[in-house]
Structures are given as C-alpha cells and as structure tokens.
C-alpha cells in the first residue's frame, strides 16, 4: 500500500498535465506515492501524454474512460484504482498548485481541505458570476452539512482512507466530492489549509450547468 494517493480527473488537458505532473513530482515529501490520472477519453490525446509519461515515472498511473463523463465518477475510478492510506484530489488545469501538497500530506486531520474561503485563502481572476455561482453553492452546502468549515466545495482536499470507507459511492452525482465525503463523516477531524485559487489558463472548466444540476442533486438526496 501507497502512503499517498492522488487523484487528478482530467478532459482536455493537454496542455496542463505534462508540466503538472513534473511540479507534482518535484513538491510531493513522500516516498511512497502513485498518481493516478483520470481521463474522459480526451479528443487532445491527454491520455496518450500521460500513458507516455508514466513509462519514464511509475508513480503515474493512467486510466482511459470510453464511455462515462463527469467529475464525480471520474473521481471515483480513481479511488477504486487507488492503493493509498491517503486519497488527495486535485485539478489538472493549474488551479490548484503542487506546492499545497506538502501541507495536505502533513496534515493529521482525517481530512485537510485546500480553502478558498478560511482565512489567509482567496480566488484570483474570478468574474463576478463565477464569484457569486461558488458564494451560493458553497452557502447551501454549508448550510445542509450543518459543519464549521469555510469551504465545503474545494476541489483540493486529503481525506483517510477511513473516511472514503464511509461514503456510499452510488450516490456520486456531480463534482463536489468533498461535500459528499464531509456529509458522511460529520464526526471526522478538519483542516483547512489556506490557498491562492487561480483560474485556469488553458483548457475549459468541467464545472458547467449539467454538474451543477447534478450537485443540486446530491444536496437533495442529502436532505
């Protein structure tokens, strides 16, 4: 078993999952680590990158999805692929720095959120409807989880690999993972970690209308 596993779903990121990979490499303090990317059978051969990359590093790992979508699934195929008594889920489009890694790992907490909102932490280059889109969500989830933590929708967290144990998969419906994960362990202990949250230079955002339908879900099926 690894010590750290870290889970990175990707769809068109050719242009970002090299130079991640490498930063990943360079900022991780664990000798015993694995990678795995996730990827949604991207048209920009993202997946053939990858598959390249971990010829040379077999700490990567690659894994090709011919016919699902979406963060949330993707997240989870990982997971079940994993071998790690730590899960830590990333982006691959650069909004998430590799230099947080040290402090997810560090963490004792069951689980250590990477936060936009704690203090110390802040969003970089957000138009105003993104800002209001991630203020909403992340009130209504706040509310439902009925927990102290400023930032339950980061995409950027460690969690135990007791604490993914407690979660019923079947119910994953969108991308916020996190969420799901801190509704079923109300009990668990929180770090949030601070972070700078840019917006993605290459690419496009998986986050669209139809996982925010999905999330919407998930808060229902909560309730």
Known sequence: MK???IIIPTYNEAENIGSLLVHIDRNINSKSYEVIVVDDDS???TYAIVR?????NKNIKAICRKNERGLGTAVLGGILCSSGERIIVMDADWSHNPSYLTDLINSKADIAIGSRYCPGGKTIEWGSFRKLMSSVST???SIILGMPVYD???GLFMCSRSAIDNVMFKEVHGFKILFLILSK???AS???IPIDFVDRANG???ANVKEIFRFLRMCYAII
């Open 185 to 187: 362990n109300k009990n």
């Open 190 to 192: 929180i770090e949030e």
């Open 139 to 141: 009130k209504v989830a």
């Open 43 to 45: 048209p920009d051969n």
């Open 52 to 56: 390249k990359i971990s010829k040379h």
């Open 152 to 154: 339950p929708m980061s």
């Open 204 to 206: 496009e955002s998986k």
């Open 3 to 5: 010590d750290v596993s």
